[in-house]
């Protein structure tokens, strides 16, 4: 892998060791951003759900309509007989690989699921699906909004529970527990009970919008109140920073990182790096994300109510003062012996080294302009500079 820096010309200069490789943790202001609008192809620009198929595909739900994504244009999928659906209005979207199954529901009860590329429509429900969901029992589940939970079995069997509450999210643990995010505070469905789960938590016996397993397969849950994670039979606030912030969607993914969503605030990512935010000030097309999605080339898509977002590991890094440097118009860049990036400018030299920019200095403070850099031996660098003539550089 190489650097690229521009000086009028695009430069591509071959550095041993400093590839970025898909295991390595990225900062989030190092990932090449891309959104889709309406202007694009979207039939709306609200994005409530997100999935892709086995054969690659990108689907978003929309108030108009499912549109399916190639990677280069967007077909749209609405209401009538060709997917039986009474309405346009999608609000949730599972794929089931097993069975490669996806499942569209959304406004006015509609179902439908595309199997083999043939749409197979289902009887409608009594009001809005906001998620509809298959354990691993082919148990479907489906989380309704005003009516509260509807569960059908194989057998078309179907049962309600919780009528007259509103439901969000449903997900199964990896102990084969179903969970369910409702306004009257968190489910569960275990041993062929359903029930409160936490009955005495000030939080969880409140609104919880939405779910997702972290990497032990425990549950996490969004909340008005930040994200709860389940640990030792109860749960605990994920980070004491999103405490005040109303979560919408949460992701883990393949590096492990949690990723949320809220209803005002934007993006944030939980790693190794720490919290970190994206918002409509760095880029995001609108602060209201509604849903999130890992693609099988490890892209980050990110719905929001202002269209769609994706962040993807660049080919390339792109280096500035933002990161670090000193300035942003560089003339020459030199590797030392010890994996050290040098790279000098109008503003000075710069050393990179464990992902990291720092300035070298004159004794006198002086600021100095650089020209070129030379590898004399393994320990020293000699910098030629506009005004301070020739300065010699040695590697720490």
């Excluded at 569960?188 to 005495?200: R, S």
């Excluded at 405490?243 to 492990?256: E, F, M, R, W, Y």
Aim: glycine share 10%.
């Amino acid at each position: 892998m190489s650097l690229t820096f521009v000086m009028c010309l695009l430069w591509v200069i071959p550095i041993d060791g400093f590839s970025v490789e898909s295991s390595q943790l990225m900062p989030l202001n190092r990932y090449f951003p891309q959104s889709w609008g309406t202007k694009d192809g979207l039939p709306h620009n609200s994005i409530h759900a997100l999935a892709q198929t086995s054969n690659g595909y990108l689907w978003a739900g929309t108030w108009e309509g499912v549109a399916r994504f190639n990677g280069q244009q967007f077909t749209v999928f609405t209401r009538g007989a060709q997917t039986g659906l009474p309405d346009s209005g999608i609000r949730s979207l599972y794929y089931n690989k097993p069975r490669d199954e996806l499942l569209v529901a959304g406004n006015r009860g509609g179902i439908t699921s595309l199997i083999a590329e043939q749409w197979h429509a289902q009887a409608p429900l009594s009001s809005m699906v906001n998620h509809a969901f298959r354990d691993s029992n082919n148990v479907l589940w489906f989380a309704l909004e005003d009516t509260g939970i509807a569960m059908r079995t194989p057998d078309g069997t179907q049962k309600e529970y919780i009528v007259n509450s509103s439901a969000y999210r449903i997900i199964e643990d990896g102990f084969g527990v179903i969970w369910f995010a409702t306004n009257q505070g968190l489910f569960k469905y275990i041993n062929d009970k359903f029930q409160l789960a936490v009955p005495d938590h000030n939080i969880l016996s409140g609104p919880s919008f939405t779910l997702a397993l972290d990497s032990k397969k425990r549950v996490l849950v969004g909340t008005e109140h930040g994200v709860w994670q389940q640990r030792n039979g109860t749960f605990a606030l994920l980070h004491s920073s999103l405490a005040d912030k109303s979560i919408s969607s949460i992701l883990l993914d393949h590096q492990n990182s949690i990723w949320v969503g809220t209803i005002n605030h934007g993006l944030y990512r939980l790693s190794d790096l720490g919290l970190e935010k994206l918002d409509a000030t760095a880029g995001l097309p609108n602060n209201r994300v509604f849903s999130l999605l890992e693609d099988l080339e490890k892209n980050i898509w990110i719905g929001t109510n202002g269209g769609l977002f994706r962040l993807r590991r660049a080919l390339f890094t792109t280096f500035s003062q933002s990161q670090g440097m000193s300035g942003d118009f560089l003339r020459t860049v030199l590797q030392t012996s010890d994996g050290k990036l040098l790279s000098g400018g109008s503003a000075g030299l710069d050393i990179f080294s464990n992902d990291a920019f720092s300035s070298a200095s004159l004794t006198t403070g002086e600021a100095f302009s650089v020209l070129s850099l030379a590898a004399v031996t393994e320990e020293v660098t000699l910098v030629g500079t506009y005004t301070k003539g020739v300065l010699r550089y040695e590697n720490d």
